[in-house]
């Protein structure tokens, strides 16, 4: 004989099912069943899926379990959406606003010296800031710069400018190359790029200039981007005909106007042409490895240099 269940009957002599309920909200009735582990859910626990719905918890199992999208230099996707050049344009901003509130006579806006004045003039805030080897700032004061242990002032002058079209220029720059080579990068990729070229410029500028002369400006990271982004472009195989016009105007610029600091520029543009190679061509096995092994090489050279030089100008 056949085993009856003690449920109530249909009438006919047999027993009705239980009608299923959602595994995360027992009071609702569902006949829809993830798609995945075959649990009932209800309307607001579905996911679309490609077949079907599935539950929450085998959706976020799923997402664990793909690995996320890459660039072809091993960067994050998340480099398409340009927050890193957004957030170093908003830094910058923010560093120039800072800097014309610090100047009370007004001139950083406007005035002041550098290329008739269009350049805007230097400010406390730009001399605190600013790159300077090692000098005093008035007669038998104390000596300031980085020889004096301000090394501070390596990271501080990329963010500082004289001026809004100093600022201006710098910035749109940044934006027109910033994004194309984030999306190529990723994020943490580029940052590095962009702080790495900048000291280097920074580092050249306290090795070749005049140690109580000042220098400030973004444009040693853009330099260098305009080298990474020619690098770049070479090793995807795209064409690159329209970058070497642009940087040739630029270095045309450089050696041109007064006031420019040839030696951040090239600085810039060497350092950043090596992270490039270092970025561009790591093994593809060990990628990260290698890229992060080189960028430390690069800034530990750097640092070093660093020494020497403060060596040779204290006598130390």
């Not at 599935?54 to 959706?59: A, D, G, N």
């Not at 000596?143 to 002058?157: M, N």
């Not at 690159?240 to 016009?245: G, L, M, R």
């Amino acid at each position: 004989m056949t085993e009856r269940s003690g449920q109530a009957g249909d009438g006919t002599g047999g027993s009705v099912p239980a009608t299923p309920v959602c595994y995360r909200h027992p009071d609702r009735e569902t006949y829809v069943r993830c798609s995945r582990c075959d649990r009932p859910i209800c309307p607001e626990c579905m996911r679309e899926a490609s077949v079907g719905h599935q539950c929450p918890e085998c959706v976020n199992e799923g997402r664990r379990s793909v690995r996320p999208a890459r660039t072809a230099f091993g960067g994050g996707a998340a480099g398409r959406q340009g927050y890193v050049t957004k957030v170093l344009i908003a830094l910058n901003v923010l560093v120039m606003l800072l800097s014309i509130a610090s100047d009370r006579g007004g001139d950083a806006a406007a005035g002041g010296s550098g290329f008739g004045g269009l350049m805007g003039g230097g400010t406390p805030l730009t001399q605190w800031g600013g790159m300077l080897g090692y000098a005093s700032y008035v007669n038998f004061g104390p000596a300031h710069g980085i020889a004096a242990g301000e090394w501070y002032r390596l990271v501080t002058a990329m963010f500082l400018h004289y001026g809004l079209i100093h600022l201006l220029l710098n910035m749109w720059a940044l934006w027109v190359l910033g994004r194309t080579l984030e999306a190529v990068l990723g994020p943490l990729r580029f940052l590095a790029l962009y702080l790495i070229a900048g000291l280097g410029g920074n580092v050249a500028v306290y090795l070749f200039s005049a140690p109580n002369s000042t220098a400030v400006g973004a444009s040693t990271a853009i330099f260098g981007l305009f080298a990474a982004i020619f690098v770049i472009m070479r090793r995807l195989g795209r064409d690159t005909s329209a970058i070497v016009p642009i940087l040739v105007i630029n270095l045309i610029f450089t050696f041109t106007v007064p006031g420019i600091s040839i030696a951040g520029h090239l600085g810039g543009l060497v350092t950043g042409a090596v992270m490039a190679l270092i970025l561009a061509y790591a093994p593809r096995m060990r990628r990260t490895l290698f890229q992060a092994a080189g960028g430390a090489i690069v800034v530990v050279a750097l640092l070093g240099l660093v020494l020497v030089r403060t060596g040779m100008l204290t006598g130390g």
